[in-house]
């Protein structure tokens, strides 16, 4: 009986373990509008805009983001979009324009170098102003 009782103690450690180191590595991006996002990092701050979706990019070996392609609901011609993890600066993604728009929501792919290390990403600060 008390072999019983340890496996059972055991199994239920190890899935706990298995749950919350799981959980290290992916937690959830919050933030207004994104869908299904995962990622090592904590949320999306917008300002100026709506965000509909993220799309992260990373390279080969996933250690560093190298790109986000954002998705705003409406048209944001003539807006220019930032971006950028933590504390660091903003890239600039550039101005919006007409072909950034499809079926009344705006696009914009933004890259990012140096690329953002994986591991040690926080926070991703977008603004959209217009200019």
Do not use: H, W
């Amino acid at each position: 009986m008390q072999r019983k009782t340890r496996r059972i103690i055991a199994a239920v450690a190890v899935i706990a373990l298995l749950a919350a180191g799981g959980a290290a590595f992916t937690a959830s991006i919050t933030g207004a509008g994104t869908t299904n996002n995962t990622a090592a990092y904590d949320g999306i701050t917008v300002n100026g805009a709506v965000l509909s979706d993220a799309v992260y990019s990373f390279d080969g070996t996933g250690a560093n983001i190298t790109g986000v392609t954002f998705t705003f609901t409406g048209d944001l011609t003539g807006d220019e979009v930032k971006a950028g993890f933590g504390s660091a600066s903003n890239t600039d993604c550039g101005a919006v324009t007409s072909g950034d728009v499809t079926g009344g929501n705006t696009t914009i792919s933004c890259s990012f170098s140096p690329n953002e290390p994986t591991q040690s990403a926080s926070t991703l600060n977008v603004l959209v102003s217009n200019n």
